[in-house]
């Protein structure tokens, strides 16, 4: 009895916790209700509902996953979510209506836009407060973070113009005028390539980093739809950058791009308002929030078909995968 007894003591205490790590989980941003909704990646049923600040949007996870960042807007701040625990650690105040945001590689900074106040926050993860702010166009949006953490891009709605930033001078380098209204980023994984959707003029801008110039010029022409309609705001790549994928807003399609001559192979008809975008890690589904239809499209990247679309609640925004 002894023997049984301190055999179950040492068991005890030498049980290391496993913390939850690419659990196959769907994180989904709704705007309106305030909540970070949790889906199981198997039969996409809701596991959990996360209460935020208002207007969570942007979604990131950090490089082991083991935290979610929220850009939450009206919240003025970003919250922080435990991914094992479901449940918000932290509020992180980055300044006024943060809207969309990158991860230095290392995960020791958060590049924040802050849309009215016309600047690019940059903000120390260890220390949890500004380290700097740099001045941009009227109503930053989109931010991205080069490869090796050397240079964030940031659009600029209003300007019409990509802000290419130096992260140790923090100081923009130089302007890009790109399409009307510019939203979101894609990078290629040789960093030399970066896709800017722009919203108004209904085209995504293709940038040569290097040259820092814009090179080329992709349009979109679903069957049905006029051309105010078609608002190409969330983009991302496959993981061999063979094919890149973008919402078309307020055209309901979500467009599918061959990379190497920069045309439209297919549309898919998805939700109303197509917005957030995100991937599996093996390329297999592609996920669609859909901000009217409050849904999510659930795409399978190699038929190109919509296979399920699943309600999740008010205003979808963004998702992402934890695989």
């Given at each position: 009895?002894?023997?049984?007894?301190?055999?179950?003591?040492?068991?005890?205490?030498?049980?290391?916790?496993?913390?939850?790590?690419?659990?196959?989980?769907?994180?989904?941003?709704?705007?309106?209700?305030?909540?970070?909704?949790?889906?199981?990646?198997?039969?996409?049923?809701?596991?959990?509902?996360?209460?935020?600040?208002?207007?969570?949007?942007?979604?990131?996870?950090?490089?082991?996953?083991?935290?979610?960042?929220?850009?939450?807007?009206?919240?003025?701040?970003?919250?922080?979510?435990?991914?094992?625990?479901?449940?918000?650690?932290?509020?992180?105040?980055?300044?006024?209506?943060?809207?969309?945001?990158?991860?230095?590689?290392?995960?020791?900074?958060?590049?924040?836009?802050?849309?009215?106040?016309?600047?690019?926050?940059?903000?120390?993860?260890?220390?949890?407060?500004?380290?700097?702010?740099?001045?941009?166009?009227?109503?930053?949006?989109?931010?991205?973070v080069s490869h090796d953490g050397k240079i964030v891009y940031v659009a600029s709605e209003v300007a019409n113009m990509v802000h290419v930033i130096d992260v140790e001078k923090r100081e923009v380098l130089t302007n890009i005028v790109v399409g009307n209204r510019p939203r979101r980023f894609a990078?290629?994984?040789?960093?030399?390539?970066?896709?800017?959707?722009?919203?108004?003029?209904?085209?995504?801008?293709?940038?040569?980093?290097?040259?820092?110039?814009?090179?080329?010029?992709?349009?979109?022409?679903?069957?049905?739809?006029?051309?105010?309609?078609?608002?190409?705001?969330?983009?991302?790549?496959?993981?061999?950058?063979?094919?890149?994928?973008?919402?078309?807003?307020?055209?309901?399609?979500?467009?599918?791009?061959?990379?190497?001559?920069?045309?439209?192979?297919?549309?898919?008809?998805?939700?109303?308002?197509?917005?957030?975008?995100?991937?599996?890690?093996?390329?297999?589904?592609?996920?669609?929030?859909?901000?009217?239809?409050?849904?999510?499209?659930?795409?399978?990247?190699?038929?190109?078909?919509?296979?399920?679309?699943?309600?999740?609640?008010?205003?979808?925004?963004?998702?992402v995968v934890d695989d």
């Open positions: 009895m002894k023997k049984q007894w301190l055999v179950t003591l040492l068991a005890c205490a030498f049980t290391v916790p496993v913390l939850a790590k690419e659990t196959g989980n769907i994180f989904v941003s709704l705007e309106q209700a305030k909540t970070v909704v949790v889906l199981n990646g198997k039969d996409f049923s809701v596991l959990k509902k996360i209460p935020t600040s208002e207007q969570p949007r942007a979604l990131q996870f950090n490089a082991d996953k083991t935290l979610l960042y929220v850009a939450c807007g009206d919240g003025n701040s970003v919250n922080v979510i435990d991914v094992a625990k479901l449940t918000v650690v932290d509020k992180l105040r980055v300044g006024e209506e943060p809207e969309i945001f990158d991860l230095s590689p290392d995960d020791k900074f958060l590049f924040v836009s802050n849309e009215d106040d016309s600047e690019l926050t940059i903000f120390d993860l260890t220390k949890k407060q500004k380290a700097a702010t740099v001045e941009v166009g009227a109503e930053p949006e989109g931010v991205l990078l290629t994984q040789d960093g030399k390539t970066l896709f800017v959707s722009n919203e108004i003029g209904g085209t995504v801008s293709v940038i040569d980093t290097e040259k820092r110039e814009v090179i080329g010029e992709i349009k979109f022409e679903p069957k049905g739809f006029k051309r105010e309609v078609i608002t190409p705001v969330d983009l991302i790549l496959s993981t061999d950058d063979k094919t890149l994928f973008v919402t078309l807003g307020r055209a309901n399609h979500v467009a599918v791009v061959n990379t190497a001559d920069l045309t439209v192979k297919d549309y898919i008809l998805v939700g109303q308002r197509a917005w957030g975008l995100g991937m599996k890690r093996d390329n297999s589904l592609l996920f669609v929030a859909n901000g009217l239809s409050d849904d999510i499209s659930i795409i399978n990247a190699q038929t190109l078909k919509v296979e399920k679309s699943v309600p999740v609640g008010k205003t979808p925004h963004s998702v």
